[in-house]
């Protein structure tokens, strides 16, 4: 059992930037893998980035890619999201998620664990 806890989010302006935090506790996370989702309201959750918490291996969704980056600390256990130059179309919560069994899978439902998301808002 994981449980994922974010923090981070808040309203910022176009071209602003957050540090999006998720921290884990259970079980040991870095055998896992894990990732950032989005969700806009009326839409359905997509994939923002994706890491590989044994092997380092990143995936990057176009829309974000070049300003949005995914990191992690496994000695403290925590995975994070720094985004830049933010657009309104960013808007959304965002959720973090671990896997037991996937290998950077893009498919919400092979995410066994999430955290309660927090919110981004960028104004234009």
């Known amino acids: 059992q994981v449980r994922l806890v974010e923090s981070g989010g808040g309203v910022v302006q176009t071209g602003g930037s957050l540090r999006l935090s998720c921290a884990a506790s259970?079980?040991?996370?870095?055998?896992?893998?894990a990732g950032w989702f989005r969700r806009a309201p009326g839409q359905e959750r997509e994939v923002v980035a994706l890491?590989?918490?044994?092997?380092?291996?990143?995936y990057i969704q176009d829309s974000v890619k070049g300003r949005f980056t995914i990191s992690r600390d496994n000695a403290k256990n925590t995975m994070y999201l720094q985004m830049n130059n933010l657009r309104p179309e960013d808007t959304a919560a965002y959720y973090c998620?671990?896997?037991?069994?996937?290998?950077?899978?893009?498919?919400?439902?092979?995410?066994?664990?999430w955290g309660q998301g927090t919110q981004v808002t960028v104004s234009s």
């Open positions: 998620a671990a896997a037991e069994r996937s290998f950077l899978t893009r498919n919400v439902e092979d995410y066994d664990y």
């Open positions: 890491i590989s918490w044994n092997g380092g291996r990143t």
């Open positions: 259970g079980r040991t996370f870095s055998n896992y893998q």
